[in-house]
């Protein structure tokens, strides 16, 4: 009896690794929210936030606009379009078309002449 109980509790610890991950849904593709602050944010224009510091912590809200590479994205607001690195598990099983408006939650990561967000949160707000 124990150890079908312990199966049991070891079997539903291991169904979130098995849920639905989401991700990008536009071009260049292959194919909710968990939770966290949901609050006032001070939200950056791209041209503002390449404007600043390698390291510094940003939120910018637009549309992601097309896959261009492993777990890189275009995205883009109304001041101009920046390079955004969204590992796979950050999606939380959201699926985000260019057509959705969201908010990405990161830091800038400067290489040379080339700017770009690392994304460490993906909020659809639309």
Known sequence: MKKLLLLSLLSS????AFADQGGFTGPGSDSAQR???????KTLSV???KALKDDTKVVVEGNITKKIGDEHYEFMDSSGSIVVEIDDHKWNGQSIS?????RLEGEIDKDG???DIDVEKVTLVN
Do not use: D, E, I
């Open 47 to 49: 041209a503002q936030a």
């Open 35 to 41: 939770g966290g602050f949901n609050g006032p944010h």
């Open 113 to 115: 002449n080339n700017v």
């Open 13 to 16: 610890l291991a169904l979130p």
């Open 98 to 102: 260019p057509t959705n408006r969201v």
